[in-house]
């Protein structure tokens, strides 16, 4: 295809309506038809990324293979797409203004004054239309993050205006916004769209199509009411019901012809539909399976699932590989203690222990990980769950009382884990941890071999502190193998101990490479030792 077309995706009224889940899902009907698809987010607050946030604030930060800290809704669209994004997919206000300050510093606008209009837009544009020129992507879907008449989307919305001139065929406008029921009128109100997508309008931006997220189906006379209120042909408005999982959106927005429309208006080829079939299997293995399986997540965020987000959906998606309902109990590890610490996981089939950072809640984690270990319950450590792995065990099984990490302890007698040597002199938090993805070299005849099927493989990280291999030798002669190494720098990437069920500990992040077309080999091995538990008891 000769030329890039550019998709953008608006979103009004209230926030968190689904603005990823819808271009995720329009990008996976592109990319079913046989195009080359990707997907960028700009982030309208003005933190660097989202390295540094609170997931109190903003979820899970989700780590790309080129290690860059970015948004949650990258794993959507991973998921979705199964393709790997990068640091170009993620784009912030901060990150912007950095961009251009550095430019002023250089002297590289020649003494202007360095305004919104055209220097901000222009570096914006510049992050859009580059995505696009350098892949040979079909088509790049844009999600701008907020609501329209948000302050802080004000520029990103300005350079959408302009690139509606200068791309012309070549641009489409997708506006997400909400149908509300009142149950006292007994009637769905259009009027907030209305006033959105006016919103909208005096920015200089009118819409080639309307995605109305509603919790009821809406009859035609509200749609073509929609249309005629808001200067949209009538096939272009499109509902988004509620519905029992985020990977049905893609099937729903087939039936009403998402992908036609945007085709059509963008005036390339409408022939034959996009090929599902894959997905709809997916989708068809949710619905038949009978048996239920109990996994138990436990960390610190049980009350935020979105700082979960990845760990949820990959769990997810290996429950319904293996033919299974996923019961998933999110478990605080603060409140976990000596007297309640069987009573909240007795009915577990399988146990996560989550990652994380600092000291909140680490006791939990321990009690939880010396049942599930005395209990033969499978276990999978991630990240920090994996670092606990090992000093529980220590302190339970190798006998040393004094084990900890350096992170909660830097006066440890005995720092199993220990901060990594090139990270003792940063001061900088951003971005500043061993990121993205790395090769790990897997041990044959072990767990994870068995899992991956192969000797090599590469996953992606987001910590700072590691295995210490001054102790290496004493845990594999207490039973805990390091089978996964990292063949450059020989960090410890897997620890697990063969003497049971499925108890694996990864310093990586496998949840990141698990997607609904390929689901991770480690989650897929975790669920099914979780569903034969199950079945025994």
């Not at 049905?248 to 090929?275: C, F, H, I, W, Y």
């Amino acid at each position: 295809m000769a030329d890039t077309k550019y998709i953008f995706v608006t979103g009004g009224v209230v926030s968190s309506l689904g603005k990823g889940i819808i271009a995720a899902s329009l990008g996976k009907l592109l990319q079913a038809r046989g195009y080359k698809v990707t997907i960028q987010k700009f982030d309208p607050y003005i933190n660097v990324d989202p390295g540094t946030l609170n997931p109190y604030e903003h979820g899970e930060c989700y780590v790309t293979v080129d290690g860059h800290e970015a948004d949650l809704d990258l794993g959507h669209y991973e998921r979705f797409l199964n393709i790997q994004t990068t640091k170009e997919n993620n784009i912030t206000t901060g990150r912007i203004y950095q961009n251009v300050i550095q430019k002023e510093r250089r002297g590289d606008y020649l003494g202007k004054t360095v305004q919104v209009i055209p220097h901000i837009t222009d570096e914006i544009k510049r992050n859009v239309k580059s995505l696009g020129v350098k892949s040979k992507f079909d088509f790049v879907i844009t999600e701008i993050g907020g609501t329209v008449g948000d302050i802080e989307s004000t520029p990103f919305l300005e350079a959408v205006r302009q690139l509606r001139w200068e791309l012309g065929r070549n641009c489409f406008c997708v506006h997400l916004t909400y149908v509300p029921y009142i149950a006292a009128a007994g009637e769905v109100k259009t009027k907030p769209t209305q006033h959105s997508v006016k919103e909208l309008q005096s920015l200089g931006i009118q819409p080639d199509m309307l995605v109305l997220r509603t919790d009821r189906y809406l009859n035609k006379d509200i749609l073509d009411k929609v249309a005629l209120f808001c200067n949209v042909e009538q096939g272009a408005v499109m509902q988004s019901v509620d519905v029992s999982t985020i990977y049905e959106v893609p099937t729903m927005m087939q039936k009403q012809g998402m992908d036609e429309v945007v085709l059509r208006k963008m005036n390339m080829p409408v022939e034959g539909s996009a090929n599902l079939d894959a997905w709809k299997n997916f989708l068809q293995k949710r619905k038949n399976a009978k048996k239920g399986v109990c996994i138990k997540l436990v960390g610190k965020y049980a009350e935020l699932p979105d700082a979960y987000k990845s760990i949820n959906e990959a769990l997810s998606q290996a429950a319904i590989y293996n033919d299974r309902k996923l019961h998933l109990d999110l478990c605080h590890s603060e409140k976990i203690n000596a007297e309640n610490v069987e009573e909240t996981l007795k009915d577990a089939d399988g146990i996560v222990i989550a990652p994380g950072f600092g000291q909140r809640g680490i006791d939990g984690k321990y009690l939880a990980l010396r049942y599930a270990r005395e209990n033969d319950i499978p276990t999978f450590g991630i990240c920090l769950g994996m670092q606990c792995m090992v000093i529980e065990y220590a302190r339970s099984v190798l006998n040393i009382p004094g084990a900890n990490s350096s992170e909660f302890d830097p006066k440890a007698s005995d720092k199993v884990i220990d901060l990594m040597e090139e990270q003792k002199h940063i001061t900088n938090m951003g971005a500043s941890m061993r990121l993205g993805a790395y090769d790990c070299a897997i041990k044959k005849g072990s767990l994870a071999y068995k899992a991956y099927g192969k000797t090599k493989v590469s996953e992606r990280h987001r910590h700072r502190y590691e295995f210490n291999n001054l102790y290496k030798e004493r845990f594999e002669a207490s039973g805990m193998k390091c089978t996964g190494i990292n063949p450059d720098s020989e960090l410890v990437e897997v620890v697990e101990v063969p003497r049971l069920r499925w108890y694996l500990g990864t310093q990586f992040h496998p949840e990141y490479n698990s997607t609904v077309i390929s689901p991770n080999p480690l989650f897929m091995s975790f669920m099914q030792a979780a569903a034969e538990l199950h079945d025994e008891k």
